[in-house]
Protein backbone atom coordinates (compact mmCIF):
# COMPACT_ATOMS: atom_id res chain seq x y z
CA UNK A 1 0.00 0.00 0.00
CA UNK A 2 1.34 3.24 -0.70
CA UNK A 3 0.18 6.39 0.76
CA UNK A 4 0.73 9.96 -0.69
CA UNK A 5 0.29 13.22 1.01
CA UNK A 6 0.45 17.07 0.03
CA UNK A 7 0.48 19.91 1.56
CA UNK A 8 1.41 22.95 -0.17
CA UNK A 9 0.62 26.89 0.73
CA UNK A 10 -0.89 28.97 -1.19
CA UNK A 11 0.82 30.26 -4.56
CA UNK A 12 -0.41 32.24 -7.66
CA UNK A 13 -0.22 29.38 -9.80
CA UNK A 14 -3.07 29.08 -12.41
CA UNK A 15 -4.99 26.26 -13.30
CA UNK A 16 -3.41 24.46 -16.20
CA UNK A 17 -5.87 23.49 -18.66
CA UNK A 18 -3.89 23.20 -21.82
CA UNK A 19 -6.75 20.16 -22.92
CA UNK A 20 -6.67 18.98 -26.43
CA UNK A 21 -9.53 16.81 -26.54
CA UNK A 22 -13.13 18.20 -25.76
CA UNK A 23 -15.31 16.29 -27.30
CA UNK A 24 -19.37 16.04 -26.30
CA UNK A 25 -21.43 13.26 -28.61
CA UNK A 26 -25.39 13.85 -28.32
CA UNK A 27 -26.02 9.76 -29.32
CA UNK A 28 -29.38 9.70 -31.41
CA UNK A 29 -29.54 13.47 -32.11
CA UNK A 30 -30.30 15.00 -35.42
CA UNK A 31 -28.86 18.13 -34.56
CA UNK A 32 -25.71 18.81 -35.84
CA UNK A 33 -24.42 21.07 -32.90
CA UNK A 34 -26.43 23.00 -30.00
CA UNK A 35 -25.19 24.30 -26.48
CA UNK A 36 -26.58 23.48 -23.38
CA UNK A 37 -27.42 25.50 -20.25
CA UNK A 38 -23.31 24.82 -18.91
CA UNK A 39 -22.16 26.31 -22.58
CA UNK A 40 -21.13 22.64 -23.46
CA UNK A 41 -21.08 21.99 -27.17
CA UNK A 42 -22.82 19.23 -28.34
CA UNK A 43 -22.81 17.08 -31.43
CA UNK A 44 -25.31 14.49 -33.26
CA UNK A 45 -22.98 11.73 -33.56
CA UNK A 46 -23.94 11.10 -37.00
CA UNK A 47 -20.39 11.92 -38.52
CA UNK A 48 -19.11 9.07 -35.88
CA UNK A 49 -21.50 6.22 -36.45
CA UNK A 50 -24.03 5.27 -39.51
CA UNK A 51 -25.04 1.89 -38.26
CA UNK A 52 -28.04 1.59 -35.56
CA UNK A 53 -31.32 3.52 -34.97
CA UNK A 54 -32.02 6.73 -33.99
CA UNK A 55 -34.58 6.71 -30.65
CA UNK A 56 -36.27 9.06 -28.19
CA UNK A 57 -37.11 8.63 -24.57
CA UNK A 58 -41.12 8.38 -23.13
CA UNK A 59 -41.90 12.17 -22.44
CA UNK A 60 -42.42 11.57 -18.94
CA UNK A 61 -38.91 10.04 -18.41
CA UNK A 62 -37.40 13.15 -20.27
CA UNK A 63 -34.23 14.30 -17.77
CA UNK A 64 -32.15 16.69 -20.33
CA UNK A 65 -32.06 17.46 -24.15
CA UNK A 66 -29.10 15.29 -23.88
CA UNK A 67 -31.07 12.53 -22.27
CA UNK A 68 -33.75 12.74 -24.54
CA UNK A 69 -32.52 10.52 -27.47
CA UNK A 70 -30.48 7.62 -27.81
CA UNK A 71 -29.07 5.13 -30.34
CA UNK A 72 -30.02 1.66 -30.23
CA UNK A 73 -27.89 -1.09 -31.84
CA UNK A 74 -29.97 -4.54 -32.92
CA UNK A 75 -26.88 -5.81 -35.09
CA UNK A 76 -23.59 -6.88 -35.09
CA UNK A 77 -21.51 -8.16 -32.11
CA UNK A 78 -20.45 -4.76 -31.01
CA UNK A 79 -20.74 -1.16 -32.43
CA UNK A 80 -18.26 1.22 -31.69
CA UNK A 81 -17.43 5.03 -31.87
CA UNK A 82 -14.06 6.34 -32.79
CA UNK A 83 -13.13 9.84 -31.64
CA UNK A 84 -9.34 11.66 -32.24
CA UNK A 85 -6.61 11.53 -29.56
CA UNK A 86 -2.85 12.46 -29.35
CA UNK A 87 -1.71 9.02 -27.88
CA UNK A 88 0.22 9.23 -24.75
CA UNK A 89 -2.30 11.75 -23.23
CA UNK A 90 -4.52 11.29 -20.16
CA UNK A 91 -8.43 11.33 -20.86
CA UNK A 92 -11.42 11.21 -19.20
CA UNK A 93 -14.11 9.12 -21.00
CA UNK A 94 -17.72 9.10 -19.88
CA UNK A 95 -20.43 7.32 -21.65
CA UNK A 96 -24.18 7.88 -20.54
CA UNK A 97 -27.16 5.71 -20.33
CA UNK A 98 -31.33 6.76 -20.22
CA UNK A 99 -33.72 3.79 -21.01
CA UNK A 100 -36.62 5.71 -20.77
CA UNK A 101 -38.82 3.25 -22.04
CA UNK A 102 -37.92 4.46 -25.60
CA UNK A 103 -39.46 1.35 -27.01
CA UNK A 104 -42.45 1.05 -25.27
CA UNK A 105 -42.09 -2.60 -23.53
CA UNK A 106 -40.76 -1.52 -20.29
CA UNK A 107 -37.78 -4.02 -20.45
CA UNK A 108 -34.80 -2.04 -19.79
CA UNK A 109 -31.74 -4.24 -21.25
CA UNK A 110 -28.54 -5.30 -19.66
CA UNK A 111 -25.37 -5.05 -22.23
CA UNK A 112 -21.40 -4.86 -22.44
CA UNK A 113 -19.79 -1.64 -22.31
CA UNK A 114 -15.99 -1.59 -23.38
CA UNK A 115 -13.07 1.32 -24.48
CA UNK A 116 -9.86 0.83 -26.34
CA UNK A 117 -10.12 -2.79 -26.88
CA UNK A 118 -10.83 -2.75 -22.82
CA UNK A 119 -13.84 -4.77 -20.80
CA UNK A 120 -15.15 -1.64 -18.82
CA UNK A 121 -18.23 -2.73 -16.95
CA UNK A 122 -21.79 -4.43 -17.63
CA UNK A 123 -24.00 -1.46 -18.10
CA UNK A 124 -27.60 -2.02 -15.56
CA UNK A 125 -30.58 0.26 -17.22
CA UNK A 126 -32.88 -0.91 -14.98
CA UNK A 127 -32.99 2.62 -12.96
CA UNK A 128 -35.12 5.54 -13.15
CA UNK A 129 -32.85 7.74 -13.56
CA UNK A 130 -29.82 8.21 -16.37
CA UNK A 131 -26.29 6.20 -15.19
CA UNK A 132 -22.96 7.02 -16.39
CA UNK A 133 -19.53 5.56 -16.35
CA UNK A 134 -16.46 7.39 -16.20
CA UNK A 135 -12.57 5.87 -17.02
CA UNK A 136 -9.61 8.01 -16.59
CA UNK A 137 -6.76 6.12 -18.33
CA UNK A 138 -3.50 6.94 -20.22
CA UNK A 139 -4.25 6.49 -23.89
CA UNK A 140 -2.10 3.92 -25.50
CA UNK A 141 -3.53 4.70 -29.27
CA UNK A 142 -4.00 7.94 -31.33
CA UNK A 143 -7.70 8.20 -30.65
CA UNK A 144 -10.52 6.64 -27.73
CA UNK A 145 -13.05 4.32 -28.74
CA UNK A 146 -16.39 3.67 -26.67
CA UNK A 147 -17.81 0.55 -27.99
CA UNK A 148 -21.28 -0.81 -27.10
CA UNK A 149 -21.73 -5.35 -27.30
CA UNK A 150 -24.93 -7.37 -27.09
CA UNK A 151 -24.85 -9.77 -24.60
CA UNK A 152 -27.89 -11.46 -24.11
CA UNK A 153 -30.19 -12.44 -27.26
CA UNK A 154 -33.22 -9.73 -27.31
CA UNK A 155 -31.77 -7.34 -25.15
CA UNK A 156 -30.50 -4.78 -27.67
CA UNK A 157 -27.46 -2.14 -26.54
CA UNK A 158 -28.15 1.21 -26.58
CA UNK A 159 -26.05 4.61 -25.46
CA UNK A 160 -27.25 8.16 -24.99
CA UNK A 161 -23.93 10.63 -24.39
CA UNK A 162 -20.51 10.41 -24.84
CA UNK A 163 -17.54 12.90 -23.55
CA UNK A 164 -14.24 12.80 -23.93
CA UNK A 165 -12.03 15.77 -22.23
CA UNK A 166 -8.55 15.57 -22.12
CA UNK A 167 -6.69 16.51 -18.65
CA UNK A 168 -3.11 17.27 -17.43
CA UNK A 169 -0.82 14.31 -17.76
CA UNK A 170 0.44 14.98 -13.84
CA UNK A 171 -3.00 14.28 -13.00
CA UNK A 172 -4.32 11.44 -11.20
CA UNK A 173 -0.53 9.91 -11.90
CA UNK A 174 0.32 8.54 -8.43
CA UNK A 175 -0.88 5.51 -9.66
CA UNK A 176 0.17 3.33 -12.38
CA UNK A 177 -0.64 4.95 -15.86
CA UNK A 178 -0.79 1.19 -17.42
CA UNK A 179 -3.67 0.59 -15.45
CA UNK A 180 -7.40 2.41 -15.53
CA UNK A 181 -9.29 4.05 -13.00
CA UNK A 182 -12.79 3.43 -13.21
CA UNK A 183 -14.66 6.27 -11.08
CA UNK A 184 -17.08 4.86 -8.30
CA UNK A 185 -17.57 8.42 -6.77
CA UNK A 186 -16.93 12.09 -6.62
CA UNK A 187 -18.69 13.91 -3.92
CA UNK A 188 -18.46 17.47 -3.25
CA UNK A 189 -19.53 18.25 0.51
CA UNK A 190 -21.77 20.74 1.29
CA UNK A 191 -22.54 21.31 -2.10
CA UNK A 192 -26.40 22.07 -2.74
CA UNK A 193 -25.42 20.95 -6.85
CA UNK A 194 -23.34 19.34 -9.02
CA UNK A 195 -20.61 21.05 -9.93
CA UNK A 196 -19.09 20.43 -13.43
CA UNK A 197 -17.87 22.84 -16.85
CA UNK A 198 -17.14 26.14 -16.89
CA UNK A 199 -16.81 26.02 -12.88
CA UNK A 200 -14.04 22.48 -13.53
CA UNK A 201 -12.73 23.25 -16.97
CA UNK A 202 -11.67 19.49 -17.14
CA UNK A 203 -15.58 18.71 -16.99
CA UNK A 204 -15.29 16.42 -14.01
CA UNK A 205 -18.94 15.77 -12.76
CA UNK A 206 -18.41 16.49 -8.72
CA UNK A 207 -22.31 15.88 -6.95
CA UNK A 208 -23.52 16.85 -3.73
CA UNK A 209 -23.24 14.17 -0.75
CA UNK A 210 -25.88 12.21 -0.11
CA UNK A 211 -26.95 10.50 3.82
CA UNK A 212 -24.85 13.42 5.47
CA UNK A 213 -25.28 11.41 8.49
CA UNK A 214 -26.12 14.98 10.88
CA UNK A 215 -23.06 16.48 9.55
CA UNK A 216 -23.11 20.22 9.16
CA UNK A 217 -22.65 22.27 6.10
CA UNK A 218 -19.82 25.17 6.58
CA UNK A 219 -19.50 27.49 3.54
CA UNK A 220 -15.65 28.88 3.35
CA UNK A 221 -15.26 32.58 4.16
CA UNK A 222 -12.31 32.95 1.55
CA UNK A 223 -12.21 32.56 -1.96
CA UNK A 224 -9.14 30.42 -3.74
CA UNK A 225 -8.18 32.04 -6.75
CA UNK A 226 -6.40 28.67 -7.31
CA UNK A 227 -5.36 26.01 -6.27
CA UNK A 228 -1.85 23.89 -5.77
CA UNK A 229 -3.14 20.59 -5.27
CA UNK A 230 -1.87 18.10 -7.57
CA UNK A 231 -5.16 17.00 -9.61
CA UNK A 232 -6.58 20.74 -9.38
CA UNK A 233 -9.61 20.50 -7.97
CA UNK A 234 -11.73 23.45 -9.08
CA UNK A 235 -13.03 26.13 -6.51
CA UNK A 236 -16.25 26.13 -6.21
CA UNK A 237 -15.86 22.50 -4.59
CA UNK A 238 -13.08 23.69 -1.73
CA UNK A 239 -15.49 26.59 -1.14
CA UNK A 240 -17.90 24.32 0.74
CA UNK A 241 -17.31 21.63 3.43
CA UNK A 242 -19.03 19.53 6.20
CA UNK A 243 -18.18 18.97 9.91
CA UNK A 244 -19.13 17.01 12.60
CA UNK A 245 -22.07 18.46 15.29
CA UNK A 246 -19.21 18.75 18.16
CA UNK A 247 -15.31 19.17 18.39
CA UNK A 248 -15.43 15.54 19.66
CA UNK A 249 -17.37 13.64 16.82
CA UNK A 250 -15.71 11.54 14.06
CA UNK A 251 -17.01 11.33 10.05
CA UNK A 252 -17.68 8.31 8.79
CA UNK A 253 -17.19 8.52 4.94
CA UNK A 254 -19.19 6.41 2.49
CA UNK A 255 -17.11 5.69 -0.05
CA UNK A 256 -19.21 3.34 -2.23
CA UNK A 257 -20.30 0.35 -2.50
CA UNK A 258 -17.58 -2.88 -2.52
CA UNK A 259 -17.50 -6.62 -3.12
CA UNK A 260 -17.04 -9.27 0.13
CA UNK A 261 -13.38 -9.78 -1.49
CA UNK A 262 -10.98 -6.86 -1.69
CA UNK A 263 -10.90 -5.16 -4.75
CA UNK A 264 -7.83 -2.37 -5.61
CA UNK A 265 -8.90 1.71 -4.96
CA UNK A 266 -7.31 5.00 -5.88
CA UNK A 267 -8.50 7.20 -3.65
CA UNK A 268 -8.27 10.95 -3.54
CA UNK A 269 -9.59 13.36 -0.17
CA UNK A 270 -9.27 17.37 -0.43
CA UNK A 271 -9.18 19.61 3.31
CA UNK A 272 -9.19 23.40 2.83
CA UNK A 273 -9.80 25.39 5.93
CA UNK A 274 -13.06 27.19 5.61
CA UNK A 275 -12.45 30.06 8.37
CA UNK A 276 -9.19 31.61 9.40
CA UNK A 277 -8.78 30.69 12.90
CA UNK A 278 -7.24 32.35 16.18
CA UNK A 279 -4.32 30.77 16.54
CA UNK A 280 -4.43 30.98 20.47
CA UNK A 281 -7.49 29.38 20.92
CA UNK A 282 -8.40 27.75 18.01
CA UNK A 283 -7.29 24.40 16.17
CA UNK A 284 -8.59 22.05 13.74
CA UNK A 285 -6.86 18.42 13.39
CA UNK A 286 -7.73 15.09 12.76
CA UNK A 287 -6.41 11.74 11.76
CA UNK A 288 -7.23 9.79 8.30
CA UNK A 289 -8.54 6.09 9.60
CA UNK A 290 -8.68 3.02 7.29
CA UNK A 291 -10.15 -0.03 9.35
CA UNK A 292 -9.25 2.32 12.57
CA UNK A 293 -5.33 2.10 11.37
CA UNK A 294 -3.99 6.22 10.49
CA UNK A 295 -3.19 6.18 6.56
CA UNK A 296 -0.36 9.22 8.05
CA UNK A 297 2.06 9.62 10.32
CA UNK A 298 0.84 13.03 11.48
CA UNK A 299 -2.34 14.32 12.42
CA UNK A 300 -3.88 16.89 9.02
CA UNK A 301 -4.64 20.35 9.80
CA UNK A 302 -6.00 21.91 6.72
CA UNK A 303 -5.27 24.71 5.30
CA UNK A 304 -6.36 28.32 5.22
CA UNK A 305 -6.76 29.88 1.95
CA UNK A 306 -5.23 26.63 -0.03
CA UNK A 307 -5.96 22.85 -0.06
CA UNK A 308 -3.92 19.98 0.97
CA UNK A 309 -4.65 16.48 -1.42
CA UNK A 310 -4.21 13.28 0.43
CA UNK A 311 -4.37 10.72 -2.28
CA UNK A 312 -3.53 7.17 -1.72
CA UNK A 313 -2.78 4.01 -4.29
CA UNK A 314 -3.87 0.42 -4.34
CA UNK A 315 -5.41 -0.25 -1.68
CA UNK A 316 -7.50 -2.64 -0.66
CA UNK A 317 -11.16 -2.49 -0.44
CA UNK A 318 -14.49 -4.19 0.25
CA UNK A 319 -17.72 -4.10 2.01
CA UNK A 320 -16.26 -3.95 5.14
CA UNK A 321 -13.45 -1.38 5.16
CA UNK A 322 -14.48 1.91 6.80
CA UNK A 323 -13.24 5.20 6.24
CA UNK A 324 -12.85 8.00 9.32
CA UNK A 325 -11.79 11.24 10.12
CA UNK A 326 -10.70 11.17 13.86
CA UNK A 327 -10.35 14.47 15.81
CA UNK A 328 -7.21 14.05 18.06
CA UNK A 329 -7.10 15.19 21.70
CA UNK A 330 -6.27 18.53 21.22
CA UNK A 331 -8.60 19.79 18.89
CA UNK A 332 -11.26 22.00 19.67
CA UNK A 333 -12.64 22.18 16.44
CA UNK A 334 -14.62 18.64 14.56
CA UNK A 335 -12.62 17.47 11.37
CA UNK A 336 -13.83 18.54 7.82
CA UNK A 337 -14.01 17.79 4.62
CA UNK A 338 -14.42 19.24 1.31
CA UNK A 339 -14.21 16.53 -1.46
CA UNK A 340 -13.38 13.08 -2.35
CA UNK A 341 -12.65 10.90 -5.06
CA UNK A 342 -12.77 7.01 -5.25
CA UNK A 343 -11.82 4.84 -8.26
CA UNK A 344 -11.96 1.08 -8.84
CA UNK A 345 -8.19 0.87 -10.05
CA UNK A 346 -9.51 -1.73 -13.46
CA UNK A 347 -7.33 -4.65 -15.49
CA UNK A 348 -4.14 -3.75 -17.25
CA UNK A 349 -4.56 -1.90 -20.40
CA UNK A 350 -4.74 -4.05 -23.45
CA UNK A 351 -2.07 -3.11 -26.22
CA UNK A 352 -4.76 -3.71 -29.08
CA UNK A 353 -4.83 -6.16 -31.75
CA UNK A 354 -1.14 -6.46 -33.50
CA UNK A 355 -0.46 -3.43 -35.34
CA UNK A 356 0.17 -5.12 -38.64
CA UNK A 357 -3.22 -6.38 -38.80
CA UNK A 358 -4.50 -3.35 -37.84
CA UNK A 359 -2.24 -1.25 -40.54
CA UNK A 360 -3.54 -3.70 -43.57
CA UNK A 361 -7.56 -3.42 -41.89
CA UNK A 362 -7.02 0.08 -42.65
CA UNK A 363 -6.44 -0.55 -45.69
CA UNK A 364 -9.37 -2.28 -46.90
CA UNK A 365 -11.50 0.52 -45.08
CA UNK A 366 -9.65 2.84 -46.39
CA UNK A 367 -10.45 1.34 -50.13
CA UNK A 368 -13.94 0.32 -49.25
CA UNK A 369 -16.31 2.78 -47.66
CA UNK A 370 -18.90 -0.50 -46.49
CA UNK A 371 -15.95 -1.16 -43.84
CA UNK A 372 -15.44 2.21 -42.43
CA UNK A 373 -18.29 1.46 -39.97
CA UNK A 374 -16.28 -0.12 -37.86
CA UNK A 375 -14.69 1.00 -35.22
CA UNK A 376 -12.89 0.21 -32.20
CA UNK A 377 -9.88 -2.50 -31.84
CA UNK A 378 -10.92 -4.99 -34.47
CA UNK A 379 -9.99 -8.34 -31.93
CA UNK A 380 -10.67 -6.89 -28.61
CA UNK A 381 -12.01 -7.86 -25.98
CA UNK A 382 -12.72 -11.32 -27.00
CA UNK A 383 -15.05 -12.67 -28.30
CA UNK A 384 -16.02 -9.49 -29.77
CA UNK A 385 -14.27 -8.84 -32.62
CA UNK A 386 -15.70 -7.46 -35.67
CA UNK A 387 -18.35 -9.29 -37.45
CA UNK A 388 -15.88 -10.35 -40.24
CA UNK A 389 -12.53 -11.02 -39.55
CA UNK A 390 -11.23 -14.13 -36.86
CA UNK A 391 -8.70 -13.37 -34.74
CA UNK A 392 -6.34 -15.74 -32.78
CA UNK A 393 -6.23 -16.00 -28.77
CA UNK A 394 -2.81 -14.56 -28.14
CA UNK A 395 -2.05 -11.58 -25.66
CA UNK A 396 -1.44 -9.46 -28.51
CA UNK A 397 -3.74 -11.07 -30.92
CA UNK A 398 -3.46 -11.77 -34.68
CA UNK A 399 -6.06 -11.52 -37.74
CA UNK A 400 -6.81 -14.81 -38.91
CA UNK A 401 -9.38 -14.52 -40.71
CA UNK A 402 -11.07 -12.38 -43.27
CA UNK A 403 -15.19 -12.94 -44.17
CA UNK A 404 -16.13 -10.02 -46.76
CA UNK A 405 -18.44 -12.60 -48.90
CA UNK A 406 -21.38 -10.15 -50.44
CA UNK A 407 -20.17 -7.15 -48.66
CA UNK A 408 -20.76 -5.17 -52.11
CA UNK A 409 -17.01 -4.30 -52.51
CA UNK A 410 -15.99 -2.68 -55.59
CA UNK A 411 -13.22 -1.56 -57.44
CA UNK A 412 -9.34 -2.66 -56.68
CA UNK A 413 -7.99 -4.70 -53.69
CA UNK A 414 -5.40 -2.32 -51.78
CA UNK A 415 -2.17 -3.48 -50.33
CA UNK A 416 -3.04 -5.43 -47.25
CA UNK A 417 0.39 -7.79 -47.42
CA UNK A 418 1.00 -6.55 -43.75
CA UNK A 419 -1.34 -9.39 -42.57
CA UNK A 420 0.96 -12.25 -42.63
CA UNK A 421 -1.45 -14.29 -39.98
CA UNK A 422 -4.30 -14.93 -42.50
CA UNK A 423 -5.00 -18.36 -42.74
CA UNK A 424 -8.65 -17.56 -44.54
CA UNK A 425 -9.86 -15.07 -47.12
CA UNK A 426 -12.93 -14.88 -48.84
CA UNK A 427 -13.88 -12.08 -51.47
CA UNK A 428 -16.39 -13.90 -53.24
CA UNK A 429 -19.74 -12.12 -54.91
CA UNK A 430 -18.25 -8.69 -54.62
CA UNK A 431 -17.59 -6.54 -57.96
CA UNK A 432 -13.30 -6.47 -57.15
CA UNK A 433 -11.71 -5.89 -60.46
CA UNK A 434 -8.10 -5.59 -62.14
CA UNK A 435 -5.07 -8.30 -61.32
CA UNK A 436 -5.12 -10.71 -58.43
CA UNK A 437 -3.18 -9.09 -56.42
CA UNK A 438 0.43 -11.10 -56.23
CA UNK A 439 0.78 -10.51 -52.82
CA UNK A 440 -1.59 -12.81 -51.94
CA UNK A 441 0.53 -15.55 -52.92
CA UNK A 442 2.85 -14.19 -50.46
CA UNK A 443 1.20 -14.65 -47.32
CA UNK A 444 2.68 -17.29 -45.72
CA UNK A 445 -0.17 -18.82 -43.65
CA UNK A 446 -2.61 -18.79 -46.43
CA UNK A 447 -4.51 -21.89 -46.67
CA UNK A 448 -8.29 -20.93 -48.15
CA UNK A 449 -8.44 -17.94 -50.78
CA UNK A 450 -12.11 -16.94 -52.47
CA UNK A 451 -12.21 -15.01 -55.61
CA UNK A 452 -15.03 -16.22 -57.01
CA UNK A 453 -17.94 -14.37 -58.74
CA UNK A 454 -16.17 -11.27 -59.35
CA UNK A 455 -14.38 -9.47 -62.05
CA UNK A 456 -10.89 -10.05 -61.46
CA UNK A 457 -9.11 -9.84 -64.85
CA UNK A 458 -5.48 -11.28 -66.42
CA UNK A 459 -3.67 -14.28 -65.48
CA UNK A 460 -3.56 -15.78 -62.07
CA UNK A 461 -0.06 -14.93 -60.37
CA UNK A 462 1.91 -18.05 -60.37
CA UNK A 463 2.20 -17.22 -56.85
CA UNK A 464 -1.47 -18.78 -55.98
CA UNK A 465 -1.39 -21.18 -58.65
CA UNK A 466 1.71 -22.92 -57.54
CA UNK A 467 1.61 -22.62 -53.62
CA UNK A 468 1.59 -25.19 -51.65
CA UNK A 469 -1.18 -25.82 -49.74
CA UNK A 470 -3.32 -23.55 -51.11
CA UNK A 471 -7.32 -23.76 -51.74
CA UNK A 472 -7.68 -21.62 -54.56
CA UNK A 473 -11.74 -20.90 -55.90
CA UNK A 474 -11.47 -18.39 -58.65
CA UNK A 475 -14.42 -18.89 -60.49
CA UNK A 476 -16.99 -16.57 -62.04
CA UNK A 477 -14.58 -14.25 -63.22
CA UNK A 478 -14.53 -13.82 -66.74
CA UNK A 479 -11.91 -11.99 -67.43
CA UNK A 480 -9.32 -14.36 -65.46
CA UNK A 481 -6.73 -16.87 -67.54
CA UNK A 482 -4.86 -19.20 -65.80
CA UNK A 483 -1.35 -18.92 -67.26
CA UNK A 484 0.56 -15.64 -69.25
CA UNK A 485 0.61 -18.43 -72.18
CA UNK A 486 -2.86 -19.00 -72.42
CA UNK A 487 -3.84 -14.98 -71.83
CA UNK A 488 -1.43 -14.39 -74.69
CA UNK A 489 -2.97 -17.00 -76.98
CA UNK A 490 -6.95 -15.27 -76.32
CA UNK A 491 -6.30 -12.00 -78.28
CA UNK A 492 -9.82 -12.71 -79.69
CA UNK A 493 -12.72 -12.13 -77.51
CA UNK A 494 -13.00 -14.22 -74.48
CA UNK A 495 -14.91 -17.23 -74.28
CA UNK A 496 -16.20 -18.47 -70.72
CA UNK A 497 -15.64 -21.78 -71.64
CA UNK A 498 -12.15 -21.50 -72.12
CA UNK A 499 -9.79 -23.12 -69.27
CA UNK A 500 -9.69 -20.09 -66.75
CA UNK A 501 -12.16 -18.00 -67.80
CA UNK A 502 -14.96 -18.54 -64.96
CA UNK A 503 -15.71 -22.20 -66.09
CA UNK A 504 -16.65 -24.80 -63.58
CA UNK A 505 -13.42 -25.84 -63.32
CA UNK A 506 -11.32 -23.05 -61.95
CA UNK A 507 -10.69 -24.34 -58.07
CA UNK A 508 -7.40 -24.85 -57.74
CA UNK A 509 -6.31 -27.52 -54.75
CA UNK A 510 -2.50 -27.48 -55.01
CA UNK A 511 -2.62 -30.07 -52.25
CA UNK A 512 -3.68 -32.99 -54.61
CA UNK A 513 -4.01 -31.11 -57.85
CA UNK A 514 -4.56 -34.26 -60.40
CA UNK A 515 -7.26 -31.85 -62.78
CA UNK A 516 -6.29 -31.86 -66.52
CA UNK A 517 -4.63 -34.74 -66.36
CA UNK A 518 -5.33 -35.45 -69.40
CA UNK A 519 -5.31 -32.71 -71.54
CA UNK A 520 -2.59 -32.81 -74.08
CA UNK A 521 -4.27 -36.09 -75.40
CA UNK A 522 -7.56 -34.26 -75.56
CA UNK A 523 -5.71 -31.35 -77.33
CA UNK A 524 -3.92 -33.63 -79.95
CA UNK A 525 -7.15 -36.23 -80.97
CA UNK A 526 -9.08 -32.60 -81.49
CA UNK A 527 -6.66 -30.66 -83.28
CA UNK A 528 -4.44 -33.17 -85.36
CA UNK A 529 -7.77 -34.48 -87.11
CA UNK A 530 -9.05 -30.76 -87.94
CA UNK A 531 -5.22 -29.77 -89.04
CA UNK A 532 -5.80 -33.16 -91.73
CA UNK A 533 -8.87 -32.11 -92.82
CA UNK A 534 -7.98 -28.64 -93.49
CA UNK A 535 -4.72 -29.81 -95.56
CA UNK A 536 -7.16 -33.03 -97.48
CA UNK A 537 -9.07 -29.55 -98.59
CA UNK A 538 -6.48 -27.59 -99.84
CA UNK A 539 -4.69 -30.49 -101.76
CA UNK A 540 -8.01 -31.66 -103.01
CA UNK A 541 -8.44 -27.43 -104.64
CA UNK A 542 -5.21 -27.98 -105.95
CA UNK A 543 -5.84 -30.78 -108.02
CA UNK A 544 -8.95 -29.58 -109.46
CA UNK A 545 -7.15 -25.92 -110.53
CA UNK A 546 -4.54 -28.50 -111.84
CA UNK A 547 -6.78 -30.38 -114.29
CA UNK A 548 -8.53 -27.19 -115.68
CA UNK A 549 -5.78 -25.78 -116.27
CA UNK A 550 -4.52 -29.36 -118.14
CA UNK A 551 -7.64 -29.60 -120.05
CA UNK A 552 -7.70 -25.38 -120.78
CA UNK A 553 -3.97 -25.86 -122.19
CA UNK A 554 -5.30 -29.18 -124.40
CA UNK A 555 -8.09 -26.95 -126.12
CA UNK A 556 -5.68 -24.09 -126.36
CA UNK A 557 -2.74 -25.52 -127.70
CA UNK A 558 -1.26 -23.89 -124.74
CA UNK A 559 -1.70 -20.70 -125.76
CA UNK A 560 -3.82 -17.69 -124.19
CA UNK A 561 -4.53 -19.57 -121.12
CA UNK A 562 -6.83 -17.97 -119.29
CA UNK A 563 -5.59 -16.03 -115.96
CA UNK A 564 -7.39 -17.77 -112.69
CA UNK A 565 -6.67 -17.29 -109.46
CA UNK A 566 -3.73 -18.77 -107.59
CA UNK A 567 -3.74 -20.07 -104.23
CA UNK A 568 -0.39 -18.19 -102.11
CA UNK A 569 2.17 -21.15 -100.85
CA UNK A 570 2.84 -18.43 -98.22
CA UNK A 571 -0.92 -18.67 -96.68
CA UNK A 572 -0.91 -22.47 -96.88
CA UNK A 573 1.78 -22.20 -94.77
CA UNK A 574 0.80 -19.58 -92.56
CA UNK A 575 -2.30 -21.42 -91.70
CA UNK A 576 -0.36 -24.96 -91.21
CA UNK A 577 2.51 -23.15 -88.92
CA UNK A 578 -0.57 -21.00 -86.80
CA UNK A 579 -2.13 -25.19 -86.63
CA UNK A 580 1.28 -26.27 -85.47
CA UNK A 581 2.11 -23.04 -83.22
CA UNK A 582 -1.36 -24.06 -81.58
CA UNK A 583 -0.89 -27.44 -80.75
CA UNK A 584 2.74 -26.30 -79.35
CA UNK A 585 1.02 -24.22 -76.79
CA UNK A 586 -1.77 -26.45 -75.82
CA UNK A 587 1.13 -28.98 -75.02
CA UNK A 588 2.90 -26.20 -73.38
CA UNK A 589 0.51 -25.10 -71.07
CA UNK A 590 -0.68 -28.50 -70.54
CA UNK A 591 2.93 -29.30 -69.64
CA UNK A 592 3.07 -26.48 -67.09
CA UNK A 593 -0.15 -27.62 -65.35
CA UNK A 594 1.46 -31.77 -65.28
CA UNK A 595 4.70 -30.36 -63.69
CA UNK A 596 2.48 -28.03 -61.08
CA UNK A 597 0.59 -31.28 -60.35
CA UNK A 598 4.06 -33.01 -59.98
CA UNK A 599 5.58 -30.35 -57.38
CA UNK A 600 2.04 -30.56 -55.28
CA UNK A 601 2.26 -34.30 -54.91
CA UNK A 602 5.81 -34.10 -53.91
CA UNK A 603 7.04 -35.89 -57.39
CA UNK A 604 9.83 -34.44 -60.16
Known sequence: MAIYIIFLLFSLCILSTSANVFVSIDCGSSKTTYTDENLIVWTGDEAYMQNGESK???TSNSVSPVMDTLRVFTTRKKNCYS???????????RASFLYGNYDGLSSPPSFDLHFDGNYWVTVDTSGAEYAYYEATYVTRLDYVSVCVAQTKPGQFPFISAIEVRSVELTMYSNGDQDYPLHLIKRVAYGANETIRYIDDPYDRLWTPAVGKNGLINVPSDTFLATTTALDQPPTPVLQNAVTAVTPTTTIQLLVGSFPPVGVPVYLNMYFSEVAELDATTQKRSFQVLMDNKPLLDQPLVPPYGDCTELYASNLTVSSNTSFTLVPTDDSTLPPLINAMEVFLIGDLLTDGTNAKDV?????LQNAFATLQDWGGDPCLPAPYSWDWIN??????????????????????????STMDALETIDFH????????????????????????????SGPIPDSLSKKNGLNLVV???????????????????????NPGF????????NNN??????????IIGTTVPIFILIWAALGAILILKHKRRKTAAISSGGANMPQTSTINPQIIGGVGDSIMNEIKLNMEYDQGDDQTNQHANGTT
Not at 83 to 93: D, F, H, L
Not at 359 to 363: Q, T, Y
Not at 502 to 509: L, T
Not at 513 to 522: A, D, E, I, P, R
Open 56 to 58: VVE
Open 83 to 93: IEATKGERVIV
Open 359 to 363: EGLSS
Open 391 to 416: CSSDPVPRVTALYLSSFDLTGVVPDF
Open 429 to 456: NNSLEGPIPEFLGTLPNLKQLNLASNQF
Open 475 to 497: TGNPGLCKSGNSCKSSSTPTNNN
Open 502 to 509: GGSNNNYN
Open 513 to 522: NKKKKNKSGL
